[in-house]
Each structure stands twice: as structure tokens, then as C-alpha cells.
């Protein structure tokens, strides 16, 4: 066997656009079969390095607390350390009952956490970066859509707690990219304007440039952008 095996092993990770690799876990909310069981919804996997560590706690607290949000955008939560379920149930019994932060208390965590004593998905998702911690999943993030196809992945370090109004950014970016066949520029919002797919031949790149495509403005042949609306957004993504 190759000595480096492990290695790899330990640091390979699924691409964006690749199905999400699939398992059967226990959890805090009983055992699931991932991704199949959220089929037709989008998901935000999530790990984090261990029960009873403070920036997780805040992170958990975060999630928690705008689970609603995220829940109103077909999206729901799924999150990871490699830890065993009683461990879960006690911090999470923890934070609801002892944990006050930033007006935040009584905070009840309903998604699943995911037992992974044998970092069988932590190294599924390549969660576990050696050079961090070989003994801890590091601070991952992926969006996978209703189709189980990874849209997007963000890692931070062990120290470094995430930006939730990033993550949220991120959801409504795939989710409005998916639904309107539209790029979005950098530092995108909802309601600012969004890129349209490039001219694919000259015939439309010059009926463009000369202004013969209403609702359209062009920086340059293949820079284009249009309106679209909050609230046109907001229909199409948000469940009543």
C-alpha cells in the first residue's frame, strides 16, 4: 500500500458541481441517510471541530437562531464534529439552558448533529486538514442543492468563526444564479442588477452593443447586465 494513502485520503474533498458523497449517520435528531433524505431541498452541511468549544457554541447558537431564514429559502441544516451523540445531546442541553450571548439565550438546536467517531464523512468531505488538526474537522460549509449536487464550498479555520450573513448571501446567490440563469457581480445583493449569460454569437454580442436589446445595459460585448428585483427574488425563492 502506497504510505501516502492515508494522506490523500484524509485531504481529498468533493468538487463543486460533483454529487454530494453519500452516507447513513446518527444524529441529535435520530439517524438520516444523506442526501437522499433531503431530496427537493437544498442543505447546508457544516462541520465544526468539537462539543463544548466556544466559537462553536456561537456558531451553533447562530445557526439556531436563524434556522427559520434559512428554512423560508428551502434550505435545511446539517451539522458535524467528530464526537459521539451523548456529547451532542449534553452540549446542545447546554447551550439551550446555560448559554447567554449577544441577546441570544434559551437557544433550542432542532437540526441534526452528526455522530462522526470514525470521521467516516469528515474525510468523505475532506472536513479533516491535517495541518490544522488531525484530530478535528476544520470549519467547513457546503451547499448542496435539491438535486444533491455540491453548488458551493467554504472552509474556514478552527479559529475563525464563520460569517453568517456570507452564508446566507451565498444561499440566495445560488438559489437566484439557479433559478434566473444569471452570474452575479461581486459583492452582489439582492436587487442589484445581475450579469446575463455572454453573447454566444456576433449577430447577438452587436444587436446588444447597439442598444437593440431592451432592459440590457452593456459594459462591452461580453459584459452585460439587467435588473431584477427584490421582490421578484423573494417570489421565486422564498416558501409562503
Given at each position: ?59 451553533f447558537m447562530q445557526f439556531a437562531v ?148 431592451e432592459g440590457i445595459t452593456c459594459y ?21
Open positions: 500500500m502506497d504510505p501516502n494513502q492515508n494522506e490523500i485520503h484524509e485531504n481529498a474533498m468533493p468538487r463543486i458541481g460533483a454529487k454530494a458523497p453519500s452516507f447513513t449517520a446518527v444524529t441529535t435528531q435520530g439517524e438520516i441517510n444523506f442526501p437522499s433524505d433531503y431530496e427537493g431541498n437544498w442543505v447546508i452541511l457544516f462541520s465544526h471541530p468539537a462539543d463544548f468549544t466556544p466559537v462553536c457554541t456561537t456558531e436563524m434556522e427559520d431564514e434559512f428554512e423560508a429559502l428551502n434550505c435545511k441544516l446539517v451539522g458535524l464534529s467528530i464526537d459521539g451523540l451523548f456529547s451532542h445531546i449534553a452540549w446542545l442541553r447546554t447551550i439551550q439552558e446555560k448559554i447567554e450571548y449577544k441577546g441570544m439565550k434559551n437557544v433550542e438546536v432542532k437540526f441534526p448533529l452528526i455522530e462522526d467517531i470514525s470521521m467516516n464523512v469528515a474525510n468523505k468531505y475532506g472536513m479533516v486538514q491535517p495541518e490544522e488538526s488531525g484530530t478535528q474537522a476544520v470549519r467547513a460549509v457546503f451547499f448542496i442543492n435539491p438535486k444533491g449536487i455540491i453548488r458551493a464550498i467554504i472552509y474556514y479555520p478552527l479559529t475563525l468563526g464563520r460569517n453568517f450573513d456570507e452564508i446566507k448571501r451565498a444561499l440566495i446567490g445560488l438559489q437566484t444564479s439557479e433559478e434566473f440563469n444569471v452570474a452575479l457581480p461581486a459583492d452582489w445583493r439582492p436587487g442589484d442588477d445581475v450579469i446575463v449569460p455572454t453573447a454566444g454569437s456576433c449577430g447577438v454580442a452587436k444587436e446588444r452593443m447597439e442598444g437593440e436589446v462591452d460585448w461580453f459584459f452585460c447586465t439587467k435588473k431584477l428585483s427584490k421582490e421578484v427574488i423573494d417570489s421565486a425563492l422564498l416558501k409562503s
